[in-house]
C-alpha cells in the first residue's frame, strides 16, 4: 500500500466515523423529540430493575432520555468518544458498543435501586472513556496512549464524579459498569497484533 493509499484509508475511516457518531446524537435528539411529542411515552422503554419484562429495555434505554438537558449532556462525549472509538474499525467498534450496552443494562437491571427508571447514552459514554483509555496501553499504541491521556485529562474529572455512589439523581451504578465494561471490552477486542504480542 503506498503512502497516498494509506492517507485515503485513513480519511475514509475518519469521514465514516463521523458520518455515524453525528447520525448516532441525531437519533438520539430525534428520539427526545417523540418522547416529548408523545407526552413522554418512550419513558417506559427504560430499565426498571429487577423485573422479568424489563429486560428486553436493556437496548433501547441506551437510546432515550428524559428531557433535552439529559441528552445535550450526552451528546458532546458520546460524538468525541465515539468518533474517537470508531477510527479503529467500525466493526469493532460496533462489536464494543454492543458489549458495553448489554452489559451495562444488564448491570442496571441487577443493582439500580428499586422502583427506579434508568435511561440514558451515559453508560456507553463511561464505557467508550474506559475503552480508549485502556486500549493503547493493552495494544501498546503510543498514539492510542497518548489518546487516553488526553481524554482523561478532558474528562476525568466528570468520570470519578459520575461513578460516586454519593451522587443523586444520576445512575452511578450505571456509570461504574459502563467504565469497567469498556476497559472490558479493549482487551476482548483489542486488535490482532496486540494478541500475538500479548501470547508471544
Request: with cysteine.
Amino acid at each position: 500500500m503506498t503512502g497516498t493509499e494509506l492517507e485515503w484509508s485513513r480519511g475514509d475511516r475518519a469521514k465514516a466515523a463521523a458520518k455515524l457518531m453525528v447520525g448516532w446524537v441525531a437519533l438520539l435528539w430525534l428520539l427526545e423529540v417523540v418522547d416529548v411529542v408523545s407526552g413522554h411515552a418512550l419513558d417506559d422503554f427504560g430499565i426498571m430493575p429487577r423485573t422479568l419484562s424489563e429486560l428486553v429495555d436493556i437496548v433501547p434505554a441506551a437510546f432515550l432520555h428524559f428531557g433535552f438537558a439529559h441528552v445535550a449532556a450526552n451528546s458532546v462525549p458520546l460524538l468525541v468518544l465515539g468518533f474517537l472509538a470508531a477510527l479503529g474499525g467500525l466493526r469493532r467498534f460496533a462489536a464494543v458498543c454492543a458489549l458495553i450496552i448489554v452489559a451495562d443494562g444488564l448491570g442496571v437491571w441487577l443493582l439500580s435501586p428499586a422502583n427506579s427508571n434508568t435511561a440514558g447514552a451515559s453508560g456507553l459514554v463511561f464505557g467508550l472513556f474506559g475503552f480508549l483509555l485502556v486500549s493503547g496501553f493493552v495494544e501498546r499504541r503510543p498514539l492510542g496512549i497518548v489518546v487516553g491521556l488526553l481524554i482523561v485529562a478532558v474528562w476525568g474529572g466528570s468520570i470519578l464524579t459520575g461513578i460516586a455512589p454519593t451522587q443523586t439523581g444520576v445512575s452511578w451504578q450505571g456509570h461504574l459498569i459502563g467504565l469497567v465494561s469498556g476497559a472490558a471490552a479493549a482487551y476482548l477486542f483489542r486488535r490482532r497484533e496486540a494478541r500475538r504480542a500479548l501470547t508471544a
